[in-house]
């Protein structure tokens, strides 16, 4: 049998690596790990009646929020709260960000952004969901209260970022920058072991996901990489297979294993696309790079993106580099044409 490694032994390994650092990030990271392992309680009784269905209010961008969105954020803030390394947090169910008051907080070098449960409307069909996370040192001074601008970072300056997919085994998979590594919850002794060491994204894979049913709504150049992705041709091992959870982390996921391209595209209804910059965007972009993968608005990188709001909106094409590159080459060329 393999040597069993935990999240934690994990994490004060790698602490190691980093002789002058305080130990807060590491601390933080177990934080989410125990968080997580929560949430996964909850999200596992979910079919269990009261838990179920819409909580009955809206979020900021006019969803209704289902009961496991709003307890899984109080369970990640409160950890956030009580930990000491967090000075305050942005997530995808509250409209302002959160400046933690505690003199304990205000000391905290970190801000975190995070989408607590995403892909929450597949809540109740027993599909997968996730936690996305990322993680900021602060602009402001320690000791005061977190303000806007340790929210609004690019995200190239992000510390560590990752997620939680809650899936039929639930794991965390998580990036400080220096290679991305994947850790699967063993529900008997209750830790998450290290299962995906070094996680490398394929250059090219053989899986789109897209929600084609918007495709009608989408730029030309969207709609000739989907023709492009169900050519017949062998040497390049077309046609793609088309699959879309509409879990975000899941699908994501599952590209990162086998190779693959998301795209959430601009459409004439979201001109914007859907999915958020900060804590849904950048976070994947992140683990994405640093397995080798490519993460776009379709021209730019993901993690140059200077944001300007909270709960900013961009198109996102993310997954196998030579996918996303080739995605990007189509847009380019329709954009020549319509000019
Ligand atoms: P959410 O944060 O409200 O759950 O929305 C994000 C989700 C992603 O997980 C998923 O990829 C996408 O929305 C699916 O959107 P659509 O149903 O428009 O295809
Ligand atoms: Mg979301």
Redesign the pocket.
């Known amino acids: 049998m393999r040597k069993i490694i935990t999240l934690s032994e994990y994490i004060i390994d790698r602490q190691a690596d980093f002789p002058y650092a305080s130990g807060d990030l590491s601390r933080l990271l177990s934080d989410i790990g125990i968080a997580a392992k929560i949430v996964n309680k909850q999200v596992n009784k979910a079919g269990l009646g009261d838990i179920l269905g819409a909580h009955g209010t809206e979020?900021i961008?006019g969803?209704t929020q289902q009961k496991l969105?709003v307890i899984a954020d109080e369970v990640f803030i409160n950890s956030f709260k009580n930990g000491g390394q967090v000075c305050g947090i942005a997530s995808?169910e509250n409209d302002g960000y959160l400046a933690f008051e505690k003199d304990l907080c205000k000391k905290g070098k970190y801000v975190v952004l995070f989408?607590p449960?995403?892909?929450?409307?597949?809540i109740d069909v027993n599909v997968s969901?996730?936690t996305i996370f990322s993680i900021y040192r602060r602009t402001s001074s320690i000791g005061d209260l977190a303000n806007v601008n340790d929210f609004l970072q690019v995200g190239y300056e992000q510390a560590a970022a990752g997620y939680v997919v809650y899936g039929s085994s639930t794991m965390l998979v998580y990036s400080t920058g220096h290679g991305v590594n994947g850790f699967t919850l063993e529900p008997s002794i209750g830790e998450f072991c290290l299962s995906h060491p070094n996680m490398q994204i394929p250059e090219d894979g053989k899986i789109y996901?897209?929600?084609e049913?918007?495709l009608a709504m989408c730029e030309e150049g969207v709609k000739s990489y989907i023709d492009y992705c169900k050519e017949v041709d062998k040497q390049s091992n077309r046609p793609y297979s088309a699959r879309?959870?509409?879990?975000?982390?899941?699908?994501f996921h599952r590209n990162l294993i086998k190779g693959g391209i998301?795209i959430?595209p601009a459409t004439s209804s979201?001109p914007n696309g859907?999915?958020?910059l900060l804590y849904?965007c950048n976070p994947l972009a992140f683990l994405a790079e640093q397995a080798g993968g490519v993460a776009t608005d379709g021209k730019q990188r993901i993690l140059d993106i200077k944001p300007t709001e909270l709960h900013q909106r961009v198109p996102y094409y993310v997954g196998s580099k030579n996918m996303v590159e080739k995605a990007m080459e189509y847009l380019a060329e329709q954009e020549a044409v319509t000019k």
């Open positions: 979020n961008q969803e969105d995808e989408d449960l995403d892909g929450s409307s597949n969901i996730g996901s897209i929600n049913g918007n879309y959870i509409g879990s975000l982390v899941a699908d998301y959430y979201a859907k999915l958020r849904e």
